[in-house]
């Protein structure tokens, strides 16, 4: 090899890090970035837009970058059993709180019930369906028609089980069961009403005010079913900055949020 290319060569094997960081945007690592804040939320599907602007006002606010999962209670639960990392977990139902507890998943003494929420029937925006009265001897079967009627998995998801328990107390499930498409969240339901690809859904007030693509219907009695209730707490594993993090949910600006998208906020703000 010529003297001449010997010495290129050997420069820009000098180079070859340098021009890797210019190339990606990077600069290397450094003690300080690799230790950045950040906080890991599994919080039930129906939150996901209240809690966006949530966690957008905490990480404002504290500095620690939060970074949400969202998916049904139920599969967030089985989650943290299986080992997921989180930080805090908040469920829409006080069942799989419970069932977290008892796997030992979740720190029982930072547990609290913080919000509320009701379920609504929905249907495509441009339905003829509207002002459906929901009482005893509702007939959900005859409304859908041909249709399919959407909502959480009856058997696991928070929201199919506060609609089940809804139809059975007024004596409209068992004619409906067999139209019903579950689904594996609230969102994943209120999609399908959205598509058109159901006729009517069952979701939570809160979820339906935040897709155009649907109207509500009608308002299920509170009394139908179990008080809807969505419980917060630390994992078992939770950072430090956890506690901050909830803190913050207790405050009034996380209440002010979370009434701005309808939920119920069930305890008096500490700050």
Same mark, same amino acid.
Do not use: C
């Given at each position: ?33 690799? *230790? ?37 209670? *139920? ?26 507890? !008892? ?43 041909? !249709? ?69 219907? !009608? ?53």
């Amino acid at each position: 090899m010529k003297p001449y290319i010997r010495a290129i060569v050997a420069a820009s094997l000098l180079l070859a890090p340098a021009l890797t960081f210019a190339q990606e945007g990077k600069a290397p690592a450094t003690p300080a970035a690799s *230790s950045e804040k950040t906080l890991i939320v599994f919080a039930a599907a129906s939150m996901k837009n209240a809690l966006d602007d949530v966690d957008a006002a905490y990480t404002a606010k504290s500095g620690v970058k939060v970074t949400p999962s969202y998916a049904a209670s *139920s599969a967030l639960a089985k989650q943290m059993e299986q080992g997921a990392p989180a930080d805090v977990f908040i469920s829409a139902d006080t069942d799989w709180m419970d069932y977290s507890s !008892g796997k030992k998943t979740v720190n029982d003494s930072t547990r609290v019930n913080l919000l509320g929420n009701k379920i609504v029937l929905i249907a495509p925006k441009d339905s003829k369906i509207a002002d459906v009265k929901i009482g005893q001897g509702f007939d959900l079967a005859k409304l859908a028609g041909d !249709g399919k009627i959407s909502t959480g998995d009856v058997k696991a998801v928070p929201v199919g089980k506060y609609a089940k328990a809804a139809l059975e107390k007024l004596g409209s499930w068992q004619a409906a069961e067999s139209k019903f498409a579950m689904a594996e969240s609230v969102r994943a339901a209120l999609a399908l009403v959205a598509r058109g690809e159901a006729v009517l859904g069952i979701v939570y007030e809160t979820d339906a005010k935040v897709e155009p693509g649907v109207k509500i219907v !009608g308002a299920f009695p509170a009394d139908s079913h179990p008080p809807i209730v969505y419980p917060v707490a630390a994992t078992a594993t939770a950072k430090t900055d956890a506690a901050g993090y909830l803190a913050f949910l207790k405050s009034e600006a996380a209440k002010s949020i979370f009434e701005k998208y309808g939920f119920t906020y069930l305890i008096k703000p500490t700050s």
